[in-house]
């Protein structure tokens, strides 16, 4: 039934195997009615399910933030910039936001570095297990973070579970409650965030270190170089590209911890793993009357960081894609 | 067009079909709003009284003639499910009272509906049970009260079995400071591995009522941090002072279980139940929630009053008139029937199940001393007859001061939170967390009254006092004279 | 290849391989400490998981007061059985099957046709609709909950699995559209020319042509989504507020230990059943998660 629908002005040869093109195949360009029909029809589902639960809810958001309003009443009373106001003026919101951040910075690095360390030795293979290991190291990633978050509230009891029985037998007789004290909290937290999330960097370095080509290493042998060596000068100048993209991954990802902490910290003790999606859920679901407008605010204001801290880092992206270029 | 297409087509919408499918099984009626199929849903969150609502919703089918579904949700839950129920037209025809909003509010935004109750019913209810502003609103009963107002939530629950190894008399528990940490210092010397007291530090809304009740025993002259009298907020009042100083003490001295720091209630009772510790402060509900998840601990329960800090201070503490605890929803489709099961809560029958549920307990505290509950549970409604005495309510004495309540906000942190910062170490000074509590209570009530106000609202800040009030008597509200 | 892990060693061990039996084993021995430190760490890495199934064995007294022993006095099954039944996780298993994969089928679809779409032709508007996706990569999920649940609500679609499936489905899922998109992009032209040359139309090249082709990226995104949906906490949280029966494995998990503090062994059951499948997915299935993950840093 269908009709030749494209001319095809054959224009640039065919894109080269196995890479990206940067800009779609011209030849589709022109197209019939019907064409574009059919191409509407292709966006539809996207656009009326990504529209309604993506872009719509953005868009109300901000609208959200400017009333006030409880979920109880149906008034919602206009208030303007009051519900930011109050949010500036709260230091819990403050305080959530260096939690936040505090967390981006415990959970990043460990979890950038550690699994490159980890990343390289499974690449090599030389290691007996390897695919064993890749295995262990990966599976907690699988797992479902709400149902670990409650598992590690066990694990962590102070007074019957089995890290404080380790601790007994050696000689620690008063357990340490480590998700129950408000100075170890945030450290346990982030120390079982890099564990469930470790496996996800391990295989982008993996993926990251596949792409050396072995004769490299094989020409750097062939003249004596050393495996020090051969790290510095060779794997870690070809890997800094994929740092910068590793980095963001990971930094956006520290971000969205908030099926970890409200199942194993719930935010507490006394607000210490209060990240700023448990302080905006607080407000939003948990609060004796919920404040609906002022955790919109706090959300507009989360959304605003996120997007400066993605900004900051799609620039140091595009410079380290820069420096690729000129250094290939 | 070629069948592969045809078949990847079907294969798509086929995914489509089936999640339409799952509105058809997965939803089940739900979009029909209350009491589809002409049956009835009831909600309520008080988890002592599962079995016996299960049970009394069962009997009510028959007697109503209507299928009665009954849900419990868990209490740190059912605000949020309520909420949400709402907004999408779904409330329960008949649910219990987790909202926090003033009863006036309740009823211009639909969400209650008249109570029908007949005559019978209503002579039933003891008296002083319904209170204009509170349960009523221009003579009209909205909301049914289950539970006497006469009672406190820092009872001090013990487990026999460790306070006997301890060598202390379960029938002359400790009433003082002093002996308290005498009972519990046994407990320790003692050193058979239990703990001697857990604390729900994390359940901060229940600390909050504790460290209230232990304020007003102590000689405060109000209710959470307002003065009856003159109507301002004190938290940083000595006696809140030193009740949290009490426990800060108790704890700094090793003598709650290390880890309380992150406790839910129900996850300390339920430690408490399994024998980790020997006393653990909660409110008469302990028993029956202890019998849902330990039935055989409820043999070795034992209980002592509200602490005083000194011997010889007199034991009061004043509770205002009792809440409403079941509503009918606005949008039922049948309030005739939802009256109907609202009403059976009122029956001889109903009332003796409720106490042996012992939850908290029933307006008749008399009921208590003939039911099927323990010992020490009838022992402490006993000293709720004697001790615990009506306080004054502003939104009694001038309805109109439920407008300032719905337009106030949550304070945080609060009481509880201050509690659980202060024992963990998180909050140094005491005083000063206090004082801005005290300060964040009163600018919102500033701001509350001048949006009443403003909304045509015939309310001050004079009406929250009371310098007729006198303490240790029961408060009559003025219209009642 | 001598790249040394310097968790091992930083001496080089760059010698030439000789014939020596003596030096062969002096060469392999740092990979040996090697695998015996990452076999310590994977011990401490599995052992939550080690710990959850030997505590839904035991009986719930024990596991209070065991302490260290991993091997069950009695092995208590019933815990399982309590899980299943009592605490209603059987139920969770069908909703979370249920969501899952009409989730990942939505997903699939609608991605693979949109990347289609603005991988393959140039038409007005289509940068716009890219720009829009990209700039919407990074926005928080869950920030927008409130005007999901108020939209939901207004559907009539609130406190039900299709809300909950519609909600899931309709999250961004920018990067599936991506990788479909980049993956479409970079098929030689010619596929289609021939296609046409024989008569087939838009339909027809896009569903005989591209899609049987773009199976390994359906592959990726179908266990990504999968995975996600899966896994999911928050909306099915907020979906299932009011009523329990629709809630999933996670959220019933948490829903569990709060209404049964203390019934640990209970509570490692119910974590096993809910963690089990999705486990077992993965070692069937390891080598696309691992590249659909990997993916994500090669696009």
Redesign the interface.
């Known amino acids: 039934m269908a009709r030749p629908l494209t001319s095809e002005p054959a224009l640039a040869a065919a894109p080269p195997q196995g890479k990206v093109l940067r800009t779609p195949p011209k030849g589709q360009r022109v197209g019939t009615r019907k064409q574009t029909l059919w191409i509407w029809l292709f966006l539809m589902p996207t656009i009326v399910l990504y529209g309604a639960y993506t872009l719509y809810p953005i868009v109300a958001s901000y609208w959200y933030s400017l009333v006030e309003w409880n979920g109880f009443q149906a008034e919602q009373r206009f208030v303007g910039i009051s519900n930011y106001r109050a949010v500036i003026a709260d230091p819990a919101f403050w305080s959530s936001v260096k939690i936040t951040l505090v967390f981006m910075l415990l959970v990043a690095p460990a979890r950038i570095l550690l699994s490159l360390l980890l990343a390289i030795a499974l690449n090599s293979p030389k290691l007996p297990f390897r695919n064993l290991f890749r295995t262990v190291y990966f599976l907690p990633v699988v797992t479902t973070t709400a149902i670990v978050g409650v598992v590690m509230q066990f694990v962590f009891d102070p007074s019957s579970g089995p890290v404080t029985s380790m601790l007994r037998l050696v000689g620690v007789e008063q357990g340490i409650d480590l998700l129950g004290d408000s100075g170890t909290a945030l450290t346990t937290a982030a120390a079982v965030y890099v564990w469930k999330f470790f496996g996800i960097t391990m295989v982008y370095w993996m993926a990251a270190l596949q792409t050396i080509p072995s004769e490299l290493y094989e020409a750097a042998r062939i003249d004596g170089a050393g495996a020090w060596h051969i790290f510095r000068h060779i794997t870690l100048p070809l890997l800094t590209p994929f740092l910068l993209i590793i980095t963001v991954l990971t930094v956006e990802d520290t971000f969205h911890a908030f099926d970890l902490m409200q199942t194993m910290t719930g935010g507490g003790p006394f607000f210490s793993t209060e990240i700023i999606e448990i302080y905006i859920y607080r407000w939003a679901f948990n609060a004796s009357i919920p404040q609906l407008g002022f955790a919109s605010a706090a959300a507009v204001l989360f959304g605003v960081l996120v997007m400066v801290v993605g900004v900051l880092q799609a620039w140091a992206l595009y410079a380290g894609r820069k420096s690729r270029r000129e250094l290939s | 067009?070629?069948h592969?297409?045809r078949r990847?087509?079907l294969?798509?919408s086929?995914?489509?079909l089936?999640?339409?499918a799952?509105?058809a099984c997965?939803?089940g009626g739900?979009?029909a709003g209350p009491g589809p199929s002409g049956s009835l849903r009831w909600w309520d969150h008080f988890?002592a009284l599962q079995k016996f609502h299960a049970d009394w919703a069962a009997q009510q089918s028959q007697d109503l003639g209507k299928q009665v579904e009954y849900?419990y949700?868990?209490v740190?839950?059912s605000?949020?499910?309520?909420?949400?129920?709402?907004?999408?037209?779904?409330l329960p025809d008949v649910y219990s009272n987790v909202?926090?909003?003033p009863l006036s509010?309740l009823v211009a935004?639909g969400?209650v509906h008249e109570l029908q109750l007949s005559d019978e019913a209503l002579a039933r209810l003891p008296e002083g049970s319904l209170t204009e502003g509170i349960t009523s609103l221009d003579g009209k009963v909205y909301g049914l009260p289950l539970f006497t107002s006469q009672q406190y939530a820092a009872a001090h629950w013990f487990n026999t079995d460790i306070t006997t190894a301890a060598g202390l008399d379960p029938d002359d528990p400790p009433t003082t400071y002093d002996e308290y940490r005498a009972a519990l210092e046994a407990i320790k010397a003692k050193g058979d591995g239990a703990a001697p007291m857990i604390l729900a530090?994390?359940g901060t809304a229940r600390m909050r009522e504790q460290i209230d009740d232990l304020a007003q025993v102590a000689g405060f002259p109000g209710f959470q941090g307002m003065k009856y009298a003159t109507g301002e907020y004190a938290y940083d009042d000595d006696t809140y002072v030193n009740a949290i100083e009490f426990w800060k003490e108790l704890n700094d001295s090793?003598l709650i279980?290390?880890?309380?720091?992150?406790?839910?209630v129900?996850?300390a009772?339920?430690?408490w139940?399994?024998g980790?510790a020997g006393f653990f402060p909660d409110g008469p509900w302990c028993a029956g929630g202890v019998k849902n998840?330990?039935p055989a601990f409820v043999e070795k329960l034992g209980v002592g009053p509200i602490l005083v800090p000194q011997a010889g201070t007199p034991v009061v503490t004043y509770r205002g008139a009792p809440g409403a605890q079941f509503f009918v929803a606005g949008s039922s489709a049948d309030p005739e029937a939802a009256s109907r099961l609202v009403e059976s809560m009122t029956t001889t029958e109903y009332q003796a199940g409720l106490a042996g549920g012992m939850d908290q307990p029933p307006l008749d505290l008399s009921v208590v001393q003939d039911a099927d509950v323990i010992e020490p549970y009838r022992k402490l409604a006993g000293w709720f007859e004697e001790t615990v005495r009506r306080g004054p309510e502003a939104v009694v004495a001038n309805p109109q001061i439920a407008q300032v309540e719905?337009a106030?906000?949550?304070i945080?942190?609060h009481l509880g939170?201050i509690v659980?910062?202060y024992l963990?170490?998180?909050?140094t000074d005491l005083r000063g967390a206090l004082k801005s509590l005290s300060d964040a209570f009163s600018a919102d009530r500033e701001q509350a009254i001048a949006t009443a106000t403003a909304a045509g609202a015939q309310v001050s800040l004079d009406d929250y006092a009371f310098p007729e009030w006198v303490p240790g008597q029961d408060w009559t509200p003025p219209s009642a004279g | 290849m001598t790249t040394t892990t310097p968790a091992t060693s930083s001496r080089p061990v760059s010698a030439p391989p000789r014939t020596s039996l003596a030096r062969r084993a002096a060469h392999r021995a740092p990979w040996w400490i090697a695998v015996l430190f990452l076999a310590g760490v994977a011990v401490l890495w599995v052992y939550p998981f080690v710990w959850m199934v030997s505590a839904s064995l035991k009986s719930s007294m024990e596991v209070f007061t065991a302490g260290l022993t991993l091997i069950p006095e009695d092995f208590a099954w019933e815990n399982y059985s309590r899980a299943w039944t009592d605490a209603g996780f059987g139920r969770y298993m069908i909703n979370t099957v249920i969501v899952t994969l009409a989730t990942v089928a939505i997903v699939v679809v609608r991605c693979a046709l949109c990347g289609y779409v603005l991988g393959r032709y140039s038409f007005r508007g289509s940068k716009l609709i890219i720009g829009i996706l990209i700039a919407t990569l990074f926005v928080p999920t869950g920030y927008t909950i409130i005007p999901v649940v108020k939209l939901s609500m207004e559907l009539g679609l609130l406190n039900s699995l299709t809300g909950m499936v519609l909600a899931l489905a309709g999250a961004s899922n920018v990067s599936a559209i991506l990788i479909y998109a980049g993956y479409f992009r970079q098929l030689p032209k010619e596929l289609e020319e021939a296609a046409v040359v024989d008569g087939a139309g838009f339909l027809r090249v896009f569903f005989r042509i591209m899609l049987p082709l773009s199976m390994p990226v359906t592959a990726t995104v179908g266990l990504l989504t999968f995975l996600f949906t899966w896994n999911a906490f928050f909306l099915p949280l907020v979906f299932s507020f009011s009523r329990p029966e629709l809630r999933t494995l996670s959220v019933g998990m948490q829903a569990f230990v709060g209404e049964n503090a203390t019934d640990w062994s209970g509570m490692a059951a119910a974590g096993v059943v809910s963690i089990l499948p999705i486990v077992a997915l993965f070692l069937f299935l390891q080598r696309f998660f691992v590249e659909g993950i990997a993916g994500a840093v090669k696009s």
């Not at chain 2, 605000?79 to 779904?90: H, K, V, Y």
């Not at chain 2, 963990?424 to 909050?427: P, Y």
């Open positions: 067009m070629a592969v297409t990847s087509l294969v798509g086929g995914a489509l089936s999640t339409a799952l509105a997965g939803g739900e979009s988890s849900t949700n868990d740190s839950r605000a949020e499910a309520l909420q949400l129920a709402n907004q999408s037209n779904q909202l926090d909003l509010a935004e969400w530090l994390g090793s279980l290390a880890g309380s720091g992150g406790l839910t129900a996850d009772r339920s430690r139940g399994a980790v998840v330990a719905a106030s906000k949550p945080s942190p939170d659980q910062g963990g170490g998180d909050i």
